[in-house]
């Protein structure tokens, strides 16, 4: 059966983010913050959930490897900045130690007494906002299949690499489908790399989430992103329906004009491999 | 266990922690000293927790992963309250299976292998994580009483989640071996069941544990009925 690898520190798993950074994404998603600002505030909350599961009293284990593509008017670059600046994927531990900045955020909380409390919280940030040009993403998904297999030759019984792909619009340097069918090829002895896409939009159309079937989507760029997209293996499927989601065993990874609640749940779902030993 | 004899704690902490097993050894040893498990025992135990970190100098991951807390279950077996019942208090999905001569006669919290896919309550070091200590039919759905009368060889084996779901899978498959596990003299044989079923891919790689309390001893220093 694929996708039950455990997840150690000696078979750690990767996550690859690709963020379409290209000027569309300076749009707004809400009066107060823009689809790129947005975007990278749940990357880095998504980052430091991440951590705060892999830390221990004794330190951060690493479990995860993790890397992150951005690709804009600038071409495709890594999204990691400084000190993680060298390589694509780090392992957790590196991210943990080398946040850009710590912000001091407030949240509202519950006080577990029927009440609201705010709190400010340290808010890690890695991941800057950008949005600029293009989106070549052709030359994005390429990328990601190059580390994707190096990184799978040198972890062959791992729970293979999952994909978070993030977009607002279509493609400005060709059609991604036949290089996102060769990356989800990429494989360990525990299955084939995993792409979960994300098109992200202010607009009060119906979103649609976990689609079983092209039928009903609402355009041939729907219908693209959703032949992209790999279905959810089972134990995503259970989280998702525990979440609320209506998903099947033919249910994608895929969300379209997801809002911004749906745009949290997606990363939650995307990273939620399965235990951790 | 006390020193009694009467009251036997494990609890098995949660990988995804932030320090199950300082957070264990306190839950137990806490069970150990005051077999009542309610809101105020709980928070008694979150201070003592508490106190053996220094927050303010955590690095701002070991702070997060601290407030995000530690979990653990807690599966008591108590005879303090006489030689005839034995109670049992379960919260989390370690499992409590009461043997009679090496037949099953019950189980508890789960009765089904099934019954291990699905997320667990656990007692966390966090408050707000613990409410469902508070409702009403708590202690209804997280106490058991056994009776040993009439019981020719009593035994009640605990044992943590990986093990549990596997013996009630070969029960449910009509290949029980509460037997075996009632035979488990000291750890190298429970070692080797281990080692076998994991590389037969039919037991989950976790941490393992399997207590095995027998009550023939204690019913036959009793003296009879004339």
Redesign the interface.
Known sequence: MSYTA?ISRSNPTAFLFLVDQSGSMSDPMNPNVSKAQFVADVLNRTL?TL???C???E??RNYFEIGVLGYGGEGTYNGFQGALGSSIINPISAI?ASPLR?EQRKKKM?D?AGGIVEQSI?F?VWFEPNANGGTPMCQAVTRAAEELVAWCDSHPNSYPPTVLHITDGESTDGNPEELAAQLRQIQTNDGTVLIFNLHVSPSSEEPITFPATETGLPDVYAELLFRMSSPLPEHLIRFAQ?KGYKVGMESRGFMFNADAVQIVEFFDIGTRAS??? | MTADDSRLVISDGA?????SK?WARLLVSSFVQCPELNESWLANAISRFAAR?DFANLS??????FT?GSFATLLAVDQSTGPDNVNITSVGDSLAVFLDSGELLQSFPYVQAEEFQQ?PQLLSTN??SN?FVTSQDFLANHQKTWSLQGRSDPVILCMTDALGAWALRHSQNGNPRWQQLAQIRDVTELESLVIQERDAKTLR??DTTLVLLSFLERQQDELPES
Do not use: H, M, Y
């Open positions: 455990e430091t951590i705060t599961r830390t221990r009293s330190g951060t943990e710590i519950d577990g340290n890690p525990e235990q951790l030993r | 990988s995804e922690s932030f320090d300082t970190f701002w991951s070991k702070q997060a992963a995000r997320r408050t707000i409410t790689v976790d």
